[in-house]
């Protein structure tokens, strides 16, 4: 089992421009999130996607949106990038079913760096 | 806004006893206790749950105050891959994981 894989690994933008990012959930898993982590912070929750559809969104702007395809894999894409963007972003996925006490297995994320 | 809260670090010889504790004081009756660990260059991993009564798995130990306002991660015997940081984090139905800015544990060889 891969467990959770995300791509790419490191990724370089400059301002205003566009991401995509990628994820590929734990077999068996349904249920993809994701997190963006700054320097020296825990990880802040960005939004939830099950059945393809984002049920849970954090505090954060429309510039975030995001995908779940119907094999359960995801992107995020956020949209004219500002330098505050820059940060680790996490990939997790979880159980068919899972609730509060089903562990959440991360990936290892993806670096962005926006000059 | 995490409802936990840890030291920000800690500090450990080698194959000793670690206990990194956490207090929840507004915790609810439906709430779970999760740790997460996250070691450098890598995303948070699973280490042990609880509602109420203590719990061992592998990795940990979790122990549960009697009033469930706080609790405490036991690492038996500290190895040089325990050296990370370490969240507390109170969960509940399918809310999203709240992560506050955890405990550093440094494990000294």
């Known amino acids: 089992d891969a467990g959770v894989t995300q791509s790419p690994t490191h990724l370089i933008k400059t301002r205003g421009q566009q991401v995509t990012l990628r994820c590929s959930p734990k077999?068996?898993?349904?249920?993809v999130s994701w997190y963006q982590q700054a320097l020296g912070q825990g990880p802040q929750f960005i939004f939830q996607?099950?059945?393809?559809?984002?049920?849970q969104r954090g505090n954060f702007p429309d510039r975030f949106s995001g995908h779940q395809f119907p094999n359960y894999s995801s992107e995020l894409n956020v949209n004219a990038l500002l330098l505050g963007d820059s940060a680790l972003y996490l990939c997790?996925?979880?159980?068919?079913?899972?609730?509060?006490?089903?562990?959440?297995?991360f990936g290892p994320g993806t670096r962005l760096t926006v000059l | 806004d995490a409802k936990t809260t840890q030291p920000n670090s800690m500090e450990s010889n080698e194959e000793e006893p670690v206990h990194l504790p956490c207090n929840h004081s507004?915790?609810?009756?439906?709430?779970?206790i999760h740790w997460y660990r996250q070691l450098p260059s890598q995303g948070p991993e699973y280490v042990i749950h609880?509602?109420?009564s203590n719990v061992n798995n592998r990795m940990a130990s979790l122990a549960i105050a009697e009033d469930r306002k706080s609790s405490t991660l036991i690492l038996h015997r500290a190895t040089l891959r325990d050296a990370a940081v370490y969240y507390c984090?109170?969960?509940?139905?399918?809310?999203?994981?709240?992560f506050g800015k955890g405990t550093r544990l440094s494990v000294i060889a």
């Open positions: 997790a996925s979880r159980e068919r079913g899972g609730n509060s006490y089903n562990e959440q297995f």
């Open positions: 996607y099950y059945e393809e559809e984002e049920r």
């Open positions: 609880g509602l109420t």
């Open positions: 984090i109170l969960l509940t139905g399918n809310t999203p994981l709240v």
């Open positions: 077999s068996g898993h349904d249920t």
């Open positions: 507004t915790i609810s009756g439906t709430d779970y």
